[in-house]
T-cell receptor
Framework: ETGVTQTPRHLVMGMTNKKSLKCEQH?????MYWYKQSAKKPLELMFV???????ENNSVPSRFSPECPNSSHLFLHLHTLQPEDSALYLC????????????FGPGTRLTVT | AQKITQTQPGMFVQEKEAVTLDCTYD???????LFWYKQPSSGEMIFLIY??????QNATEGRYSLNFQKARKSANLVISASQLGDSAMYFC???????????????FGSGTQLTVLP
């Protein structure tokens, strides 16, 4: 049983589409994260929400728009994406206090055509 | 400059043997944390082990141990008695205080692909 779930697991979208990725954590954590993992590149941190406030936005293009309505849910809204945005998008959660180990969801494999 | 360096893109190990995956890091902050994650082909990142910069002893979790050498800034992962299911990508990561102060980010290395041979 995984504490962090992500839907959908796979998504194919055109450059003019609008879609959303969903993440839900069942671990009682108070911080959530979006990462992008492209082939042959290290994980790139996109956004961090701590206590439901966005605290980090690592120069991510505006075609990616995060939303954190509560401490258990995190969304990534996508619009007018580019083919280079094709990647694995991973959501994670953690407790801000303490070691801060992050627990990841299974990811959404996104393909932009 | 890279903060986390994993110099082994790929490693092979015979089943039941031990293997060491290398990780070096760079930070000027005295308070930091080091993590290892496993990523099977399914994509999910699985947390394996954690070492705090002030921890006196090397961390161990079952067959995983972390060889922490602070002066050398290295945090190698040792997997004992390798199993076929250990074949995966392994990432070293470091936690530092973030600029905002309210959440702490992880910086990941480029990973090592481990293949366990029968």
């Amino acid at each position: 049983e995984t504490g962090v779930t992500q839907t959908p697991r796979h998504l194919v979208m055109g450059m003019t589409n609008k879609k959303s990725l969903k993440c839900e954590q069942h671990l009682g954590h108070n911080a959530m994260y979006w990462y992008k993992q492209s082939a042959k590149k290290p994980l790139e941190l996109m956004f961090v929400y701590s206590l439901e406030e966005r605290v980090e936005n690592n120069s991510v293009p505006s075609r990616f728009s995060p939303e954190c309505p509560n401490s258990s849910h995190l969304f990534l809204h996508l619009h007018t994406l580019q083919p280079e945005d094709s990647a694995l998008y991973l959501c994670a959660s953690s407790q801000v206090e303490g070691p801060n180990e992050q627990y990841f969801g299974p990811g959404t494999r996104l393909t932009v055509t | 400059a890279q903060k986390i360096t994993q110099t082994q893109p790929g490693m092979f190990v015979q089943e039941k043997e031990a293997v060491t995956l290398d990780c070096t890091y760079d930070t000027s902050d005295p308070s930091y944390g080091l993590f290892w994650y496993k990523q099977p082909s399914s994509g999910e990142m699985i947390f394996l082990i954690y070492q705090g910069s002030y921890d006196q002893q090397n961390a161990t979790e079952g067959r995983y141990s972390l060889n922490f050498q602070k002066a050398r800034k290295s945090a190698n992962l040792v997997i004992s008695a390798s199993q076929l299911g250990d074949s995966a990508m392994y990432f070293c990561a470091m936690r530092e205080p973030s600029s905002s102060g309210s959440a702490r980010q992880l910086t990941f290395g480029s990973g090592t692909q481990l293949t366990v041979l029968p």
